[in-house]
């Protein structure tokens, strides 16, 4: 079975020139890391800030080359570095951030932000991607009166549909979710994360889904890879990273995570009061 996305120790590392007083050294960003997807899942990538997480997006999205190692997508070797970007390539992978008000233009209506990938990447006539455009706005949520509007006039929740909406207009095989949610209310990223698991199931869509938030990594991974400066030291199906942890990195990232639950809130309220 060939797998949507495929990494083989895939590596990536920063050179910083010296000075005068200082010597050049290198940063190992990205040790190593192997992973399969396979069409329809959701593989989590976890672990704290600077742990190499988007790094590793930004050679997934094809965004960065990797230092060393490979790469396939739909079992085709990628190689950036050496043989560039074909525009298939490109339609095949898209990506969502985490702030979608600093990439959405604030000059262009929401119409022509959907409208562009297709100008770009595609033949269409204006009116095959105007159609398009409507469509995919009333699958993330919105309607044809947003069509002519402009980003500041959207509320977060809005504007990171509208950022959905455009990462899908090329019909992708992989969706990479850099802290899609994290910039949103509670109740918002509910429904955020339920328009993602609606439109997975709809179209098949393969999610790679950056987070440091294990809530919502355990609602919407199907596996999850546990990163810790730079190495992947954990990696499992949700079900046997969450009930049985092995690394103890992977279990001090859970114990500090605060539970929810009303016996959890009481016991924390109970060590404060005696504290």
């Known amino acids: 079975m060939t797998h949507v996305l495929e990494t083989r120790n895939l590596v990536r590392d920063y050179h910083i020139a010296g000075g005068i007083f ?3 050294r290198t940063i190992h960003a990205v040790k190593g890391i192997s992973l399969a997807v396979d069409q329809g899942k959701t593989l989590a990538i976890v672990g704290e800030s600077g742990c190499g997480k988007s790094t590793l997006a930004r050679m997934i999205t ?16 990628v190689d950036i570095a050496k043989e560039g970007l074909t525009p298939e390539m490109r339609r095949k992978v898209q990506i969502v951030f985490q702030n979608p008000y600093g990439t959405l233009n604030p000059r262009k209506k929401i119409g022509d932000i959907l409208m562009e990938p297709l100008v770009i990447n595609t033949s269409m006539k204006r009116d095959e991607r105007q159609d398009r455009a409507m469509a995919m706005l009333k699958k993330v949520g919105l309607d044809e009166k947003h069509f002519g509007r402009y980003p500041h006039m959207f509320s977060g929740g ?11 207009m090329l019909s992708p095989r992989l969706l990479v979710l850099d802290e899609p949610v994290s910039a949103l209310d509670l109740s918002v990223q509910a429904q955020v994360l339920n328009l993602l698991a609606d439109l997975q ?45 092995k690394h103890a990195y992977t279990k001090t990232l859970f114990s500090a995570t605060p539970r929810a639950d009303v016996e959890s809130i009481k016991a924390r309220l109970a060590r404060k009061n005696a504290a």
């Open 22 to 24: 200082r010597k050049g």
């Open 62 to 77: 094809m965004i960065d080359a990797p230092t060393a190692g490979d790469m396939l997508i739909d079992g085709q070797k």
């Open 201 to 245: 199931d709809e179209f098949q869509l393969t999610y790679v889904f950056i987070s440091h938030d294990l809530s919502v990594v355990r609602y919407i991974a199907d596996d999850v890879m546990v990163m810790y400066y730079g190495e992947a030291v954990e990696y499992g199906t949700r079900e046997e990273v969450f009930s049985d942890p």
């Open 158 to 168: 809005q504007r990171q549909r509208v950022a959905i909406a455009r990462a899908l």
